[in-house]
């Protein structure tokens, strides 16, 4: 199973980036999947995470109202909208999927984007 980010970049404050994440060899469709980012320093955190017929969604209080997390089944492929982004956001931006091996569950992820947001 692999998943590949992108969308990361530099932006100033106030801007807006989209963040992919493509999700390709697994035998059997992800379960919730979710952002997480790392800043230096800090520990991981979970930015936004969504069920699989995204009838759940949550995100972290710093982002409610500005990021947007949304995912496409059929193209195995979760995203992220972010807006009004500001410096506090910057970090690395990773993604991780669930897959459900009959009674296990085991958690994928990916290598990251980073999002820098300049002031």
């Known amino acids: 199973v692999q998943l590949v980010e992108s969308g990361g970049g530099l932006v100033q404050a106030g801007g807006s980036l989209r963040l992919s994440c493509a999700g390709s060899g697994s035998p059997f469709s992800f379960n919730a999947m979710g952002w997480y980012r790392q800043a230096p320093g800090k520990q991981r955190e979970l930015v936004a995470e969504i069920t699989r017929e995204s009838t759940i969604i949550n995100y972290t209080n710093s982002v409610k109202g500005r990021f947007t997390i949304s995912r496409d089944n059929a193209e195995n492929t979760m995203y992220l909208q972010m807006n009004n982004l500001k410096p506090e956001d910057t970090a690395m931006y990773s993604c991780?999927?669930?897959?459900?091996?009959?009674?296990?569950?085991?958690?994928?992820w990916g290598q990251g984007t980073q999002v820098t947001v300049s002031s």
């Open positions: 991780n999927a669930v897959v459900r091996y009959g009674s296990r569950y085991l958690n994928y």
